[in-house]
């Protein structure tokens, strides 16, 4: 059956104290509400609309039309009011919908999925998600009749001094059919405490025209909400161990899981130990038996096997196989580091392809270049590539030696087998197997030194 999602994320936030909308707040590296997008379509959700309001703008920008569809709500009346507002972008849509809160990152979709299970085993027009807190302050608590059938949910602010004991509680995570949630939203009042179109009137409003209400109980942790931006750092923490987790069993040597994180969708090959310090996180794939950090940090990067990178950071970059980096290299976007190549201190590559097995050992800056394969670049080397106004590109062929301390000034080739002696300042192309000497010639005066001495002591 198809399956669709509403995420609520028209609240402000206020408790975050930040001119960024809550749901964009990131969790371990991606914004709350694409975590929660990203449980949806784990669980199967194929259509997903965000309810937008506070900071509506940047809300669909920062997450793209690309996996979502957008509804505004002007005015936040309420999560029942919210929930109508993706009335005409599911219009006609046949099936069941999930609805949840954009501020809950620690949601998964396995946990969906036996929500639904459930809705669907059930023949349910609606299942909530429910669990027992240890504190329910704070929560809707579910109310079941004699045959343990939802009946109501009342909010804290409306409920009886009996009904503040019950422990089970609504999780803000519901499956409904489409239909008729949207057949019953209109008809519901805010006749309440808060003044509000409450969501969860819709249970209640179902279990009275003899509907099929269904509460399926889940783990608390699914459920966090993030409020402040102390509750934030507690999630990102709890999605992170269990990211680590998952690695660690799958074969990777976590060293210190206290101090390194790893964002949600980051792929990691058996065998590779990763050191304390280091984060990776974005669109990045590392492969096998490699070794990172410490104090290393990886962003939408692809390292192959057995690439070893120590205490760099490598942002939009590639490593092939065996190659290696570090200590304090800086790998910038473009950088694609070739089979066994090496890139050691303090050198910084940019938008250049560096050769198979080519060697900038020591104190290098490479940007817009091509690097040959074999190709050894000299310490203190630097591509010379801005000139204030454009950005021009050096290239360097097979099996050169780029001497020490020497100044590349682009657009500039060096052929294959070429030789650059050290020192010296390129300003014309080099030919294959020539020697180019760009430097005054060393003079020499005999016994001017000791004439110096004698003069002024
Ligand atoms: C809601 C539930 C409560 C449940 C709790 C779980 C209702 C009435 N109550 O309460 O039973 O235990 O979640 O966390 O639903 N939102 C909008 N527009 C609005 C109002 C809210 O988009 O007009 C969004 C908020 O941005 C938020 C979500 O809906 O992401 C939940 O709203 P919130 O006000 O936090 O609900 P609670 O009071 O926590
Ligand atoms: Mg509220």
Redesign the pocket.
């Known amino acids: 059956m198809a399956l669709a999602g509403i995420i ?4 402000k ?1 206020t408790r975050m104290k930040s001119d960024l909308p ?2 964009l707040h990131l969790c371990n590296g991606l914004p709350m509400a694409e975590l929660v997008g990203r449980a949806l379509r784990a669980s199967g959700v194929t259509d997903c609309v965000v ?1 937008v ?1 506070h900071g509506a703008d940047q809300v669909k920008q920062i997450l793209g039309d690309k996996n979502y569809r957008f509804a505004e ?1 002007k005015e ?7 929930a109508l507002m993706a009335h005409d972008a599911l219009k006609d849509f046949q099936g069941d919908v999930i609805v949840t ?3 809950t990152p620690l949601l998964t979709g396995e946990a969906l999925k036996s929500l639904v299970e459930a809705h669907q085993d059930a023949h349910a027009t609606c299942t909530v998600a429910s669990f027992f807190a240890a504190n329910p302050q ?3 608590r579910i109310r079941r009749n004699d045959d343990g059938k939802p009946t109501h ?1 009342v ?1 804290e602010k409306d409920a009886t001094p009996e009904e503040k004991t019950i422990q089970e ?4 995570v519901y499956c409904f059919d489409a239909q008729a949630l949207f057949d019953i939203l209109p008809t519901l009042n805010n006749q309440n405490s808060q003044g ?1 179109y ?3 009137d819709a249970l209640a409003a179902f279990a009275r025209n003899g509907k099929m209400t269904h509460a399926v109980v889940l783990e608390e942790e699914l ?1 966090m ?1 993030v409020n402040d931006r102390w509750q934030l750092a507690e999630a990102s923490r709890l999605l992170n161990q269990s990211i680590l987790k998952k690695h660690a069993e799958a074969g990777v040597m976590i060293v210190d899981p206290n101090t390194t994180w790893i964002g949600p969708g980051v792929k990691i090959g058996n065998e590779t130990i990763i050191e304390p310090m280091t984060s990776i996180t974005g669109d990045s794939t590392i492969g096998r038996n490699c070794h990172i950090g410490p104090s290393t940090k990886i962003d939408d990067s692809d390292l192959d096997d057995e690439v070893k990178a120590y205490m760099s950071y490598i942002h939009g970059a590639s490593m092939q196989k065996g190659s290696r980096c570090g200590p304090y290299a800086h790998l910038r976007p473009g950088a694609m580091i070739g089979e066994g190549a090496k890139v050691g201190n303090f050198v910084e590559i940019k938008n250049a392809k560096f050769g198979r097995k080519a060697a900038a050992n020591h104190l290098t800056y490479i940007g817009d270049a091509e690097i040959g394969d074999n190709t050894n670049i000299g310490a203190g080397t630097i591509t010379c590539n801005y000139d204030g106004f454009n950005k021009s590109r050096t290239k360097i062929g097979n099996n050169s030696f780029v001497g020490s301390n020497s100044t590349l000034v682009a657009p500039i080739t060096i052929g294959e087998g070429a030789f650059v002696a050290a020192g010296s300042v390129i300003t014309k192309d080099v030919g294959d197997d020539a020697l180019a000497i760009g430097r005054a010639r060393q003079e020499e005066k005999e016994g001017w030194a000791k004439r110096w001495r004698d003069k002024n002591s």
């Open positions: 609520l994320a028209a609240g936030g809550k749901v309810i309001g709500q936040q009346l309420g999560t029942g009011h919210a809160a954009g501020d704070g929560y809707g949910i909010e509680v609504n999780s803000g509000e409450y969501l969860t459920f909400g």
